[in-house]
């Protein structure tokens, strides 16, 4: 079999699979937008190869089996989808396209949120609610009546509201999930469906049920709409709950608009939307548009930026931390979310690794959800190939040489090599200049790299000893910003509180709290030098780990000189 043939079949199985868990289980296993790219990528294939394009394929049809159902029905038409575009270029394509068709000035689109939730159909006769029913694949869906009726705003009976009741009524809408302020579910589909499928709902279920119905099918001889904008308003008269943001536009500016609107309000809106979807208002156009066998030509979705990315993993470097903490780092072929261009992501520790199954050159999934940190949310096992490199764990730190060990509880891998490694020596430097510290913001990150790689500095002594022909020898210092640097090292000495100076040592957690609670318990920096633990552990808040940490800090002759020499005369820190 051909590269390409194998591809196709191994992408039609695996979308198969997820659509099974999709339509009849309810229980999605990849997000919408790795389900788009993989949808993207086969139909990529079969334009290259469209003599393999078969009915059964996914890019023509949902193909799932329903036997699972308990008690299914069948649907009166099918319950079809639309296709997605998550570019303005595509919303233009897709406008320009009707325009064309039609060949008529004022086309109106009606635009809506597209709700994230559960899709069914709910079936009135003589204004009665008979049946509620799931989506399913399209042609047979799952009986839900019971659930169904157990949602508030759903009304199980139409025939008081108005005297012009249709025959029968059949409603399409998405069963959501109502958010509160304070919870965001990441997993609303496979919470709705469980509610539904739930044999009976308590009430905490009940009110954490919401509806919105988007789509009608009226049989009746009196009542007769002409657009979908219409039917839905009309829909309000029986108490069927109708979105309250959908509006008609007839140019593709004020869409944007309403997209950009909707994206803002989304994080306040009390239901789950992932995008918008344009429809065209007229019933005599949807007509003339028609279907295919997966998707009404109609109607498009207009998908929010996703706040995930596939992309792959070029390499692993690692950072090595003040305390020595090695963390490993991917480095990713650049991908930008949401406006930020990503290039590297924290694996954290060497557990995570683990968790995630992740090799340098595997396909991933990176997530930035609002102005959280990106990081690596899966692994696309099915993308990998023969050159997935496995990630060793370095018994040597990669900057220094020394071995390295795991701490306590095996959570972190350290480097031993202390001082001596010059990772750990610049982030102490780092830490010891910062603001909380001694507080010298002229020596930057990136001049106290260079300081240390030129072997200029190589203790926190040293520091105070540079003079101006030592800065001026590095690239980009030029005299006045040496004199500066050189005054703030200075001024710097002058006048430094305890709690500043013991923060500013970086004994492993003791920070900023710490470091005031022992400044305010010793006073002077001698007698904390010379405390025991079982002194230290007398301070509320310091246990025994801490206090272990500075007791062992303070043993350490190479410590206890450097700190002698800083409060010495010669240097001459001026602590209070
Ligand atoms: S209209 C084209 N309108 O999105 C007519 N669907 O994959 C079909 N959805 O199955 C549906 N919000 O469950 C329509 N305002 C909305 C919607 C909406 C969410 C769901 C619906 C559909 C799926 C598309």
């Avoid at 239901?271 to 109609?298: C, E, P, R, Y």
């Avoid at 540079?466 to 690239?475: A, G, P, S, V």
């Amino acid at each position: 079999m051909g590269k390409i043939k194998r591809r196709i079949n191994g992408i039609r199985k695996l979308i198969n699979y997820w659509n099974y868990l999709y339509y009849v289980k309810n229980k999605p296993i990849v997000s919408d937008y790795e389900y788009d790219q993989a949808i993207k990528e086969l139909i990529l294939l079969e334009n290259r190869r469209p003599d393999l394009i078969i009915p059964e394929s996914p890019t023509q049809k949902i193909n799932v089996n329903i036997k699972n159902f308990h008690n299914s029905i069948n649907h009166i038409s099918p319950m079809l989808s639309f296709n997605s575009i998550y570019k303005y270029n595509d919303l233009i394509n897709f406008d320009n396209k009707i325009r064309n068709m039609f060949k008529i000035n004022r086309i109106v689109y009606c635009c809506e949120p597209k709700i994230d939730g559960v899709a069914v159909s709910i079936l009135y006769k003589n204004g009665k609610l008979k049946y509620a029913v799931t989506r399913g694949n399209g042609y047979i869906g799952e009986n839900v009546t019971n659930n169904i009726l157990n949602i508030s705003s759903i009304p199980s009976s139409i025939e008081n509201s108005l005297t012009n009741i249709p025959l029968l009524l059949e409603i399409r809408g998405e069963v959501f999930l109502i958010r509160n302020n304070k919870s965001n579910l990441f997993n609303e589909r496979n919470s709705v469906a469980g509610a539904l499928r739930k044999s009976n709902l308590n009430i905490s279920d009940k009110k954490l049920l919401g509806f919105y119905c988007y789509s009608a099918n009226i049989v009746s001889k009196e009542l007769f709409f002409d657009c979908h904008y219409n039917l839905l308003q009309h829909l309000k008269l029986y108490k069927i709950p109708i979105n309250k943001y959908i509006s008609c536009f007839t140019n593709t500016k004020d869409i944007i608009e309403f997209y950009n609107d909707m994206y803002k309000k989304k994080p306040l809106l009390n239901f789950n939307t992932d995008g918008i979807v344009i429809k065209i208002n007229s019933f005599a156009m949807q007509k003339k548009l028609g279907v295919t066998n997966k998707v009404h030509k109609w109607a498009i979705a207009y998908k929010f930026p996703s706040h995930e990315k596939i992309t792959t993993v070029k390499n692993i470097v690692y950072q090595v931390g003040r305390t020595g903490v090695i963390t490993p780092v991917a480095k990713l072929n650049t991908i930008n979310i949401a406006g930020a261009n990503i290039t590297s992501v924290s694996l954290h520790n060497f557990n995570e690794i683990k968790k995630l199954n992740v090799m340098i050159n595997d396909t991933v999934i990176v997530s930035r959800i609002g102005d959280v940190i990106p990081k690596i949310t899966k692994v696309l096992l099915y993308k990998r190939n023969s050159n997935a490199i496995k990630i060793d764990i370095p018994n040597k730190c990669p900057i220094c040489s020394s071995i390295t060990k795991y701490n306590f509880n095996k959570t972190k891998l350290i480097c031993t090599g202390k001082l001596n490694c010059s990772a750990q020596f610049t982030e102490l430097v780092k830490h010891f200049v910062s603001k909380d510290a001694i507080n010298i913001p002229g020596l930057g990150n990136k001049l106290i790299s260079k300081l240390i790689n030129n072997n200029i500095i190589s203790n926190l002594v040293d520091i105070f000893y540079l003079q101006e022909i030592d800065l001026i020898k590095i690239n980009g210092i030029n005299h006045k910003l040496a004199k500066k640097i050189i005054y703030e090292i200075k001024q710097s000495k002058k006048n430094i509180n305890l709690s500043n100076f013991i923060y500013s040592l970086g004994i492993n957690g003791v920070g900023v709290v710490t470091s005031i609670l022992l400044s305010k318990f010793y006073k002077n920096i001698n007698s904390l030098i010379i405390s025991d633990i079982k002194i230290l552990m007398q301070i509320k808040g310091i246990g025994f780990k801490i206090a272990k940490n500075i007791y062992d800090f303070f043993q350490d002759k190479n410590n206890l000189i450097i700190v002698k020499t800083l409060i010495s005369k010669k240097v001459g820190l001026k602590i209070f």
